[in-house]
């Protein structure tokens, strides 16, 4: 883990690598610019709990231009971040890291796919790169019993309840708000956030609460571990079809 020494790493020779992926920008009335970031620290160490590996410390700036409107956000262009993420990666496989999972805890990183792909397809079977987004998993949360809420892309009742849990000094339920706006996600591509909800809330954020926020975590954790487990059999187990690896 990063709070371990070169030695200590070279000893424990781990073949996993943890990169958590977090942003910096608004989050509602109510949540600090860093919520992404600070979600994607603790649920990387959670995952790290469970699987081993070298947790990187978590990224705090991808893409974010959906974002735009209020000061505060930082972002990369997405090649850059698509060049820095392959860089990374590159120079832990050049280490002999064979396994890197990327926690994307920011829904907003849409050219995190082409980058797991390519590297995938290019460096299997010596490299293999899982990805796991937690927010694909917010409407089996729901079903789980876990949360409440089905409509929340940001700032509503699972970032704000993962945010009581985390770092509960820095969010404001006294100005939480509820929105869903009459759009899909889609429509993230003609518009900002902001544009679609004025107070930056997608969610309903007023549903946030401490023990639901760890519940979540929790959850998210073990399924992150799980299925990175099984992403990573199912690339090892594959055989070369003529000349692809991939
Ligand atoms: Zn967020």
């Not at 160490?45 to 070298?54: E, T």
Request: charged share 20%.
């Amino acid at each position: 883990m990063y709070w371990n020494t070169a030695d200590e790493i070279m000893a424990a020779d781990p073949e996993l690598a943890i990169i958590p992926v977090g942003s910096i920008e608004q989050h509602g009335p109510h949540m600090p610019v860093m919520t992404d970031w600070a979600v994607a620290s603790e649920l990387g160490k959670r995952v790290q709990a469970k699987l081993g590996g070298f947790l990187l410390p978590a990224l705090p700036v991808s893409t974010c231009r959906e974002q735009m409107g209020k000061k505060g956000a930082v972002w990369m262009e997405p090649p850059t971040f698509y060049n820095m993420m392959c860089d990374i990666v590159l120079s832990l496989k050049e280490q002999g890291f064979k396994k890197v999972l990327i926690l994307q805890c920011h829904g907003g990183i849409f050219i995190m796919t082409p980058i797991v792909r390519d590297l995938n397809a290019k460096y299997n079977p010596d490299l293999m790169v899982a990805l796991f987004d937690p927010i694909a998993i917010w409407p089996r949360l729901c079903r789980e019993g876990i949360t409440e809420d089905t409509a929340e892309l940001h700032a509503g009742e699972g970032e704000t309840s993962m945010m009581l849990a985390i770092a509960p000094e820095t969010v404001h339920m006294d100005r939480a708000v509820d929105f869903v706006p009459d759009v899909p996600r889609n429509y993230l591509n003609y518009g900002g956030v902001l544009r679609h909800c004025p107070a930056g809330v997608w969610g309903r954020a007023t549903l946030g609460a401490a023990d639901k926020g760890e519940r979540m975590l929790a959850r998210t954790a073990e399924i992150a571990a799980e299925e990175a487990e099984k992403a990573f059999a199912f690339m090892r187990a594959k055989e070369k079809l003529n000349y692809s690896s991939f």
